[in-house]
Protein backbone atom coordinates (compact mmCIF):
# COMPACT_ATOMS: atom_id res chain seq x y z
CA UNK A 1 0.00 0.00 0.00
CA UNK A 2 1.22 3.69 -0.87
CA UNK A 3 -0.61 6.65 0.59
CA UNK A 4 0.61 10.11 -1.11
CA UNK A 5 0.64 13.47 0.61
CA UNK A 6 1.04 16.63 -1.97
CA UNK A 7 2.21 20.01 -0.15
CA UNK A 8 4.12 23.02 -1.42
CA UNK A 9 0.68 24.85 -2.86
CA UNK A 10 -0.63 28.24 -2.48
CA UNK A 11 -1.03 31.70 -3.99
CA UNK A 12 0.97 33.55 -6.25
CA UNK A 13 1.29 35.87 -9.19
CA UNK A 14 1.19 35.26 -12.85
CA UNK A 15 5.03 34.63 -13.78
CA UNK A 16 6.00 33.25 -10.46
CA UNK A 17 7.02 29.73 -9.73
CA UNK A 18 6.13 26.90 -7.25
CA UNK A 19 8.01 23.59 -6.12
CA UNK A 20 4.79 21.10 -5.24
CA UNK A 21 6.44 17.75 -3.64
CA UNK A 22 4.38 14.63 -2.98
CA UNK A 23 5.65 12.73 -0.44
CA UNK A 24 4.66 8.86 0.00
CA UNK A 25 4.75 6.58 2.63
CA UNK A 26 6.11 2.72 1.86
CA UNK A 27 9.08 1.23 0.19
CA UNK A 28 7.11 0.20 -3.00
CA UNK A 29 6.80 3.58 -3.95
CA UNK A 30 10.47 2.87 -5.34
CA UNK A 31 8.39 1.14 -8.13
CA UNK A 32 6.21 3.49 -9.01
CA UNK A 33 5.80 5.43 -11.69
CA UNK A 34 4.07 8.89 -10.83
CA UNK A 35 1.48 11.21 -12.54
CA UNK A 36 0.75 14.68 -11.69
CA UNK A 37 -2.89 16.06 -12.29
CA UNK A 38 -5.17 18.76 -12.00
CA UNK A 39 -8.92 19.52 -11.42
CA UNK A 40 -10.55 23.13 -11.95
CA UNK A 41 -13.87 23.02 -10.01
CA UNK A 42 -16.81 21.69 -12.25
CA UNK A 43 -13.99 20.34 -14.30
CA UNK A 44 -12.64 16.61 -15.10
CA UNK A 45 -9.05 15.59 -13.65
CA UNK A 46 -6.63 16.18 -16.63
CA UNK A 47 -2.72 15.02 -16.49
CA UNK A 48 -0.25 16.87 -15.99
CA UNK A 49 3.03 15.41 -16.18
CA UNK A 50 3.99 11.88 -15.55
CA UNK A 51 7.73 10.11 -14.45
CA UNK A 52 8.71 6.55 -14.62
CA UNK A 53 9.46 4.55 -11.39
CA UNK A 54 13.59 5.20 -12.01
CA UNK A 55 13.16 9.24 -12.84
CA UNK A 56 14.81 8.47 -16.54
CA UNK A 57 11.97 9.04 -18.53
CA UNK A 58 9.09 11.99 -18.03
CA UNK A 59 5.73 12.97 -20.01
CA UNK A 60 4.19 16.29 -20.23
CA UNK A 61 0.79 17.66 -21.61
CA UNK A 62 1.73 20.15 -24.32
CA UNK A 63 0.05 23.45 -22.29
CA UNK A 64 3.62 22.93 -19.76
CA UNK A 65 5.97 22.08 -22.15
CA UNK A 66 9.08 24.06 -21.04
CA UNK A 67 7.65 25.65 -18.13
CA UNK A 68 6.77 22.33 -15.49
CA UNK A 69 9.59 20.26 -14.91
CA UNK A 70 9.14 16.60 -12.63
CA UNK A 71 11.91 14.87 -10.91
CA UNK A 72 11.54 12.29 -8.19
CA UNK A 73 14.19 11.66 -4.98
CA UNK A 74 13.34 7.69 -4.00
CA UNK A 75 15.89 8.02 -1.06
CA UNK A 76 13.30 10.95 0.28
CA UNK A 77 10.23 8.94 -1.51
CA UNK A 78 9.35 12.20 -3.20
CA UNK A 79 8.29 13.24 -6.47
CA UNK A 80 8.02 16.72 -7.38
CA UNK A 81 6.74 18.96 -9.50
CA UNK A 82 8.59 22.41 -10.56
CA UNK A 83 6.39 24.97 -12.05
CA UNK A 84 7.46 28.32 -13.63
CA UNK A 85 5.83 30.95 -15.46
CA UNK A 86 2.43 30.47 -14.11
CA UNK A 87 -0.10 31.30 -15.28
CA UNK A 88 -3.97 32.20 -14.33
CA UNK A 89 -4.66 28.89 -16.15
CA UNK A 90 -2.39 26.83 -14.46
CA UNK A 91 -4.91 27.23 -11.05
CA UNK A 92 -6.52 24.67 -10.05
CA UNK A 93 -6.32 21.89 -7.20
CA UNK A 94 -3.04 19.56 -7.78
CA UNK A 95 -2.71 15.97 -6.93
CA UNK A 96 -0.14 13.76 -7.31
CA UNK A 97 -0.98 10.02 -8.14
CA UNK A 98 0.57 6.60 -8.20
CA UNK A 99 0.93 3.05 -9.91
CA UNK A 100 2.66 -0.04 -10.15
CA UNK A 101 1.82 -1.20 -13.86
CA UNK A 102 4.58 0.92 -15.03
CA UNK A 103 2.60 3.62 -16.55
CA UNK A 104 3.38 7.41 -16.60
CA UNK A 105 0.83 8.54 -19.06
CA UNK A 106 -2.55 10.29 -18.75
CA UNK A 107 -5.15 7.98 -18.21
CA UNK A 108 -6.20 8.85 -14.44
CA UNK A 109 -8.01 5.01 -14.01
CA UNK A 110 -4.71 3.42 -14.39
CA UNK A 111 -3.32 5.28 -11.02
CA UNK A 112 -4.16 2.92 -7.94
CA UNK A 113 -2.98 5.58 -5.26
CA UNK A 114 -3.82 9.21 -5.00
CA UNK A 115 -3.16 12.04 -2.65
CA UNK A 116 -5.84 14.45 -1.38
CA UNK A 117 -4.31 17.24 -3.24
CA UNK A 118 -3.06 20.85 -2.69
CA UNK A 119 -4.21 24.30 -4.06
CA UNK A 120 -2.58 26.70 -6.51
CA UNK A 121 -4.00 29.55 -7.05
CA UNK A 122 -2.43 31.85 -9.89
CA UNK A 123 -3.83 35.71 -10.18
CA UNK A 124 -2.85 38.02 -13.10
Known amino acids: QVQLVESGGGSVQAGDSLRLSCAAS????????VGWFRQEPGKERVFVAG????????YFTDSVKGRFTISRDNAKNTVYLQMSSLQPEDTAVYYC?????????????????WGQGTQVTVSS
Open 97 to 113: AANTQGYYGASSFKYDY
Open 26 to 33: GRAFRNCD
Open 51 to 58: ISYGGGAT
